[in-house]
């Protein structure tokens, strides 16, 4: 990588645009751990309920390390966007599921899908800051690398989950 200046971020590389970009990935990393904790209290209790807590404990923590970067870089939170992601997630609830009221099996399979887009986003937001900033020395100690794995390895869980939950929900009743 060239390194432009002394902050280590590549030639040429908006900083005005970083903080739009990680603001953005905040707002979905908000709606994304609201829907992981909303998907994990409807599964207590079944067989989804250790994936699911393991899998919102580890978003908790990604949204944390991505606040944690945006500190380290300077990136001020914009609180609308934090606001609009959270807010998306309660109107997700709003959609048909089959069911006049409460959780259905098509419920967790959609959930599941969100997660899995969000979780991919998330993954290529990690990979595009080791490209553009993987040299600067504000981020030393973040290991860009290991976020990058275990957002594959939770995509991984939530393909396995989504098998589970599409085979519930489409059976023959």
């Not at 309920?49 to 500190?71: F, K, Q, S, W, Y």
């Not at 290991?146 to 995509?155: S, T």
């Amino acid at each position: 990588m060239s390194i432009g200046d002394a902050s280590g971020m590549a030639d040429g590389v908006d900083s005005r645009l970083i903080a739009i970009y990680l603001n953005d990935h905040l707002a979905g990393a908000t709606a994304g751990l609201e829907l992981a904790r909303r998907a994990l209290g409807a599964n207590r209790g079944a067989d989804f309920e250790a994936p699911l807590e393991r899998l919102a404990a580890e978003i908790a923590e990604d949204r944390d390390a991505l606040v944690d970067v945006m500190g380290r870089l300077g990136v001020a939170r914009d609180p609308l966007k934090v606001w609009a992601g959270w807010a998306a997630e309660k109107g997700g609830r709003l959609k048909l599921n089959g069911r006049i009221s409460g959780y259905s099996p098509l419920s967790r399979v959609v959930e599941l899908e969100v997660l899995a887009l969000g979780v991919e986003g998330k993954r290529a937001m990690w990979r595009a800051l080791a490209r553009i900033c993987g040299d600067d020395a504000r981020l030393a100690g973040v290991d860009l690398d290991a976020l990058v794995r275990r957002a594959e390895r939770q995509r991984r869980v939530i393909e396995r989950e989504w098998q589970r939950a599409t085979g519930i929900a489409f059976a023959p009743s």
